[in-house]
Structures are given as C-alpha cells and as structure tokens.
C-alpha cells in the first residue's frame, strides 16, 4: 500500500470517529451546549483539556522550537505547563463554584458592571481568534503536505468536520471528541519519539533519553554541545535570552495560560469543585506526557540532523547534495527545507555563519518529519499526519466554543435580548458558532498581519486583562467595578501599546520603533510584557478601589459564597 | 453565609496553603530552572547541570506533585470545616 493511500485510511477513520461521537453526544439544552450538563468524569475532562490545550503550535511546532532554542527555549516548557499550578489554586474551583457558563459572565457579575463584561468580552474574542487562524492554517498544512489536496480543500475539510460535532454537540460533542482526539494526538506523538530515543541512546523512554549516553559513550547533550560549537552554534544547553527577558516570558506564558478562557471553561463541565481541582491535576498530567517527550524530541533532532548532514562527523566533508535521504527530498518540495549552493562544491554546508550556511530548516517539520528522519515505517506517518490534525482541530473546536458562549451568552443573552427563551438561546449559539466558523475559515484563507503573533496577542491578552480580574475578584472583597474595568483597560492598553510599538500598529509593517531584538524596556521583549500589564493591571484595581466606594454587601456575600465548595451540586440545574 | 466563622478559618487555612505551594513553584522553576542556575552549575545531570533539568523536566514534575497534593489537602481541609459538597 502507498504512503498516500495509508494516510488517506488512518486520517478517514479518525474522522469517522469524531463524526460518530458527535452523533452520540448532541446537546439538548444550553447546560450542555455550554458546559457538557457539568457531567463530565474530571479524568475525562483532563484528557479533554489536554486536547484543547495542546495545538498545533505544541504538536508541529515546539519540538522544532525547542530543537533551535535549546536551553532558553524552556520558558515554553514551564511556561506552558506551570500556568495549572495557578489555575488549580487560583481559579478553577472558585469559578466552578460559581456555576455559570463563560468567562466574561463572572467578571460581569462579580464586578456588577456591564461594562466590565464587555472588556472581558472584547478580550476573549481578540484572543481567541488569533489562535484559531494557526489552528486553521495548521490543519490546510498537514491536509497538503500528507493528502495531496490544495491548502484551501483542506481547510474547508477541517472546517466542516469542527461544525459537524460543534454546532450539533456544543461543548458535550466538543468534550467527548478532544478526548478521542487527546489519544490519537498522543500517541502519534509517542511513538516515533520511542523509536528515535532507541535508536540513538537505547532508551525507550525519550524523557530519560535526554539525558542519557548514546553509542559514541557520550552523554547526548555533551554530543550536541561538542557538536553545534564545532560548527559555530551556541551551546545547546547555555542560556543565550536575558535572565530578565527568560524570566518574564515564563511568567507571561504561566498566567497567559490560567488566564486563557477556552482553558477555563473546561472546568467548569465537571460535577463538583473538587473535580474541578483534580481535573487541573490530570489535565497536566496528559499535556506532561507530551511536555516531557517534546526537549527529548527536540535534541535528539537536532543531533539527527547534524548526523545526516555530516554523516562522518563535523570535521569531515558533509553530505553530497546528489547522495541527501529522501525525507530531505519529500520535504524540499514544501519549500520548508532549502539547499543552496553558495560556494558550488555540491556538498550541503550546515553551520552557524549565515554567509556560508547553506541548508535552511523551518523549525515546523521537526515533529512531522521526524517519522521519515528515522526511517519509520509508512503506517507511523500516516498516524502523525493524524495527530497533527487531531492538535489542530480540537484546539480550534475549543476556541470557537469560547467564541460563541461568549457572542450569544454574553452579548445576546445578556445585552441584547435578556427574555430570550432557553431554546432560542441554544438556537442562536449555534447560529454564532456556525458563524464563528465560517469566519475562522475565512482567516484561515486570508491571514491578517497580527495571525503570527498568538504567542504575544492571545498570552498578552489574558495574561494582562483576564488573569489579574478573575484572581482579584475571588481574592479581594475590596476590588469594585470602576477599580477592575480601570485594571483592566490599563492593562490591556499599556499591553497593546507595547506590542504594537514592536510589531508595528496594528501590526502593519514598517510602523514599529522599536523591534524585539532591541526592545524599548531593558531587554523584555513584546511577547514576554504580559506579565507586565498584569501587574498594571492589579495595581491600578487596587488604587483606583481604595479611592472609590466599597462593593456592595450583596457582591461579598457572592465572593463568600465561591470560597467554599458547599453548594456547588445546586449550580448544575440552573 | 450561616457559618462564616468556620468558612473564615476555612478561607485562611487556604491561603496559608495557596502561599506555601506557590513558594515552591516558584523556587522549582523561575529558581532552579533561571535565577539560581548558575549557582546550580556544578551538579552534573546526564551531560548537563541540574539547573538545565529542572528547567526543562524537573519543573514539571514538580507541577503535577503540587496540584495533586493541593487536592488532597484542600479535600481534607472541606472536610474538617464542614463545607464540603
């Protein structure tokens, strides 16, 4: 059988399956449109969260990343996982406690103020979107690159199967489905890094892999540090970012991601707050099976590729254009890969000096090349090509529910028709999630300029305007509404500003100042100034509070009531 | 709240526990892992330093012991205030 009938198969019958889920799990009420009928196991809801959380940006591209980066590209590695730490503790039991269906609706309720409701509103969807168009353009890249079809077919292939299970199952369809997808993903992420780790250290187990000897009796970070300094690299283990800079970005990253409301509303699907703070618990220990094969992955890459390139080693001749594997081939015709030959000896140069480097590799076909590196066979490929999907698609799944709660709960329940009735509610959050998805394929199609930039936009949105309100409304009984609606536009506006003043104004080119390598404040960066406007943001709240009336006492009751668990078991039916 | 003394010493005991934990989150990734890696530099792990591991797996690990430990704790302490589900 052929590689391309293989993938066709296994891609088919994962679809299959998602469809069959979303037949099974069709959503009859808003509870479960909106939050799965707050039925869902918190083992499944972690597995689920780990789905929605993983993209295709920690499937294709962290490997990659982390290949290229090395040491200080472990602000993503903490960065993305320590940010459960805080929503265990600092977010998920209170608001499952609370009992209702979206973000925004505690931040407006909490701070009794409309207009509160509407920044966190505004800020969800800003965030949301970025992140859905790289979910949409990665599902075109894997649809092309493995089934041969346009990159516009297979957006609108992936766009039709997300509104199959969305629109019809809402979030009980969107649960049930990441949870098949979380399996898919994971094990076509896990396999060929088994295999990779055998080969080169004899060590299944990748994470252990990392930091064990391979044949050459050398520790394989000793290897790759002897190697990349040979060829003019910086040290694979040496931290190259400021400290200050590393430090922030973490930081940004951590309350970026409690503060992301697709993260969020996952936990408000399970029974009880206890669940809540379980679930939290094993949403990273499923994102940590990824996490902790992803720097193994990225090394022993690395290592692979320089091995491939210089099969005799550094010091020798490297590889002969005409004599290069047929991976190299496959993916030359991607344009992701590049050789070009600038001194004319036919040989592939790979070293650090941009002058004399002659081979190019786009950081995003580590993971999905990597089958084919080490020489997999044909049914592995196949099964990467399915998880790549299976990362993108039930990210995007994740977001558009965020988007539509948001749009008919938040906007048409609430501010423009309050008496609407439970089933034209329902009614109209298909409407708004068939529309959210016909406009996210659309941007898939027609990137705008700020699609680039989820890391510094989605991470900085939440992390300077949503994660400081939500924590500040549970924490403090002083925090009134002019105090958070001022936080959080603070926050938002200096965060804004800052990027902009980096990637240009509303990310249009030529319109920056200043750029990331010589960045405005010391070194931070754009990306890492969310933690920045957090602590804008809290400070304001709290001054602006200390100067204005206090809350009222039905609004302390409120936050008392979320502070206990007690009662929880009521908000299910409300 | 018809028991606000009990949900008090329950919300402090919470805190107190919030507080302790976030120390050590810290500590295991912003400390061992950025801050502190340099004086960590002479613990050799696999081919590299100590600081290199907790950076890129030792933080993890740490992550899931805390939020599992937290469960368990903030269960036990629903249970002896009363305010469990």
């Given at each position: 059988?052929?590689?391309?009938?293989?993938?066709?198969?296994?891609?088919?019958a994962?679809?299959a399956?998602?469809?069959g889920?979303?037949?099974?799990?069709?959503?009859g009420?808003?509870?479960?449109?909106?939050?799965?009928?707050?039925?869902?196991?918190?083992?499944?809801?972690?597995?689920?969260?780990?789905?929605?959380?993983?993209?295709?940006?920690?499937?294709i591209?962290?490997a990659?990343?982390?290949?290229?980066?090395?040491?200080n590209?472990?602000?993503?590695?903490?960065g993305?996982?320590?940010?459960?730490?805080?929503?265990?503790?600092?977010?998920a039991?209170?608001?499952?406690?609370?009992?209702?269906?979206?973000?925004?609706?505690f931040?407006?309720?909490?701070?009794?103020?409309?207009?509160?409701?509407?920044?966190?509103?505004?800020?969800?969807?800003?965030?949301?979107?970025?992140?859905?168009?790289?979910?949409?353009?990665?599902?075109?890249?894997?649809?092309?690159?493995?089934?041969?079809?346009?990159?516009?077919?297979?957006?609108f292939?992936?766009?039709?199967?997300?509104f199959?299970?969305?629109v019809?199952g809402?979030?009980?369809?969107?649960?049930?489905?990441?949870?098949?997808?979380?399996?898919?993903?994971?094990?076509?992420?896990?396999?060929?890094?088994?295999?990779?780790s055998?080969?080169?250290?004899?060590?299944?187990?990748p994470g252990?892999?990392?930091?064990?000897q391979?044949?050459s009796?050398?520790?394989?970070?000793?290897?790759?540090?002897g190697?990349?300094?040979?060829?003019?690299?910086?040290?694979?283990?040496?931290?190259?970012?400021?400290?200050?800079?590393?430090?922030l970005?973490?930081?940004?990253?951590?309350?970026?991601?409690?503060?992301l409301p697709?993260?969020?509303?996952?936990?408000?699907?399970?029974?009880?707050?206890?669940d809540?703070r379980?679930?939290?618990?094993?949403?990273?220990?499923?994102?940590?099976?990824?996490?902790?094969?992803?720097?193994?992955?990225?090394?022993m890459?690395?290592?692979?590729?320089?091995n491939?390139?210089?099969?005799?080693?550094?010091?020798e001749?490297?590889?002969?254009?005409?004599?290069?594997?047929?991976?190299?081939?496959?993916?030359?015709?991607t344009?992701l890969?590049?050789?070009?030959?600038?001194?004319?000896?036919?040989?592939?140069?790979?070293?650090?000096?941009?002058?004399a480097?002659?081979?190019?590799?786009?950081?995003d076909?580590?993971?999905?090349a990597n089958?084919?590196?080490?020489?997999?066979p044909?049914?592995?490929?196949?099964?990467?090509?399915?998880?790549?999907?299976?990362?993108?698609?039930?990210?995007?799944?994740?977001l558009?529910?965020?988007?539509?709660?948001?749009?008919s709960?938040?906007?048409?329940?609430?501010?423009?028709?309050?008496?609407?009735?439970?089933?034209?509610?329902?009614?109209?959050?298909?409407?708004?999630?068939?529309?959210?998805?016909?406009?996210?394929?659309?941007?898939?199609?027609?990137?705008?300029?700020?699609?680039?930039?989820?890391?510094?936009?989605?991470?900085?949105?939440?992390?300077s305007?949503?994660?400081?309100?939500?924590?500040?409304?549970?924490?403090?009984?002083?925090?009134?509404?002019?105090?958070?609606?001022a936080?959080?536009?603070?926050?938002?506006?200096?965060?804004?500003?800052?990027?902009?003043?980096?990637?240009?104004?509303f990310?249009v080119a030529?319109?920056?100042?200043?750029?990331?390598?010589?960045?405005?404040?010391?070194?931070?960066?754009?990306?890492s100034?969310?933690?920045?406007?957090?602590?804008?943001?809290?400070?304001?709240?709290?001054?602006?509070?200390?100067m204005?009336?206090?809350?009222?006492?039905?609004?302390?009751?409120?936050?008392e009531?979320?502070?206990?668990?007690?009662?929880?078991?009521?908000?299910?039916?409300? | 709240?018809?028991?606000?003394?009990?949900?008090?010493?329950?919300?402090?005991?919470?805190?107190?526990?919030?507080?302790i934990?976030?120390?050590?989150?810290?500590?295991?990734?912003?400390?061992?892992?950025?801050?502190?890696?340099?004086?960590?530099?002479?613990?050799?792990?696999?081919?590299t330093d100590?600081?290199f591991?907790?950076?890129?797996?030792?933080?993890?690990?740490?992550?899931?012991?805390?939020?599992?430990?937290?469960a368990?704790?903030?269960?036990?302490?629903?249970?002896?205030?009363?305010?469990?589900?």
């Amino acid at each position: 059988m052929d590689q391309f009938t293989l993938n066709l198969l296994v891609v088919g019958a994962t679809f299959a399956l998602y469809i069959g889920i979303a037949i099974w799990a069709r959503a009859g009420s808003t509870a479960e449109f909106y939050a799965a009928g707050r039925g869902v196991h918190p083992v499944m809801n972690g597995m689920a969260t780990g789905a929605d959380w993983m993209s295709a940006a920690s499937f294709i591209s962290m490997a990659g990343i982390i290949a290229f980066g090395g040491f200080n590209t472990s602000a993503y590695l903490m960065g993305w996982t320590g940010g459960y730490v805080l929503l265990a503790m600092l977010l998920a039991p209170y608001l499952r406690k609370f009992g209702k269906f979206t973000v925004p609706e505690f931040i407006g309720d909490r701070f009794y103020s409309q207009t509160a409701r509407t920044v966190a509103v505004v800020c969800l969807i800003i965030a949301s979107v970025t992140y859905v168009i790289g979910q949409m353009t990665g599902v075109g890249v894997a649809f092309s690159r493995f089934l041969e079809v346009s990159n516009e077919t297979g957006l609108f292939i992936g766009a039709a199967i997300v509104f199959m299970y969305a629109v019809v199952g809402g979030m009980k369809g969107i649960t049930y489905t990441q949870v098949a997808q979380y399996v898919v993903l994971i094990v076509a992420y896990t396999i060929p890094a088994i295999f990779i780790s055998l080969e080169l250290t004899g060590n299944p187990i990748p994470g252990l892999g990392l930091f064990s000897q391979t044949q050459s009796g050398q520790p394989l970070l000793t290897e790759l540090n002897g190697l990349l300094v040979d060829l003019g690299f910086s040290n694979y283990t040496e931290q190259t970012d400021t400290t200050l800079n590393m430090f922030l970005f973490t930081l940004s990253l951590m309350i970026g991601t409690a503060g992301l409301p697709h993260v969020i509303v996952r936990f408000f699907t399970v029974p009880s707050v206890a669940d809540a703070r379980v679930s939290a618990g094993w949403a990273l220990v499923f994102i940590a099976l990824l996490y902790l094969t992803a720097p193994a992955v990225g090394a022993m890459a690395r290592l692979n590729l320089i091995n491939t390139v210089y099969p005799q080693g550094v010091a020798e001749a490297p590889l002969a254009y005409e004599a290069r594997p047929d991976w190299v081939k496959n993916w030359e015709q991607t344009g992701l890969l590049k050789f070009d030959d600038k001194n004319g000896d036919g040989l592939i140069q790979y070293v650090a000096d941009d002058a004399a480097n002659e081979f190019t590799v786009n950081r995003d076909i580590i993971t999905l090349a990597n089958p084919e590196i080490a020489n997999l066979p044909g049914w592995v490929i196949a099964l990467v090509a399915a998880g790549g999907l299976a990362a993108a698609l039930s990210t995007a799944a994740g977001l558009l529910m965020a988007i539509s709660s948001a749009v008919s709960h938040d906007l048409i329940k609430s501010q423009i028709n309050p008496s609407i009735s439970e089933k034209g509610e329902l009614l109209s959050a298909r409407i708004a999630m068939a529309v959210a998805i016909a406009v996210a394929t659309w941007l898939g199609l027609n990137p705008p300029g700020f699609a680039a930039q989820t890391v510094a936009l989605a991470f900085g949105l939440a992390a300077s305007s949503i994660f400081p309100a939500l924590m500040m409304g549970i924490f403090s009984k002083r925090i009134n509404n002019t105090g958070a609606v001022a936080g959080m536009l603070s926050g938002l506006i200096v965060t804004l500003i800052y990027i902009f003043l980096h990637k240009g104004w509303f990310f249009v080119a030529g319109t920056a100042s200043f750029s990331d390598a010589d960045p405005l404040l010391l070194s931070v960066k754009s990306t890492s100034f969310g933690a920045v406007g957090a602590l804008i943001n809290f400070v304001v709240a709290f001054v602006v509070s200390g100067m204005t009336k206090e809350t009222p006492q039905e609004i302390q009751d409120l936050v008392e009531s979320i502070r206990v668990p007690k009662g929880a078991g009521a908000a299910v039916d409300h | 709240m018809d028991d606000t003394s009990s949900s008090n010493a329950y919300w402090k005991a919470n805190i107190r526990t919030i507080q302790i934990f976030l120390v050590i989150w810290f500590v295991c990734s912003f400390g061992f892992g950025i801050l502190l890696r340099p004086m960590l530099s002479g613990i050799g792990v696999g081919g590299t330093d100590l600081g290199f591991w907790f950076a890129q797996q030792g933080s993890i690990l740490v992550f899931l012991v805390l939020i599992f430990a937290y469960a368990a704790r903030m269960n036990k302490l629903d249970r002896e205030h009363g305010v469990e589900e």
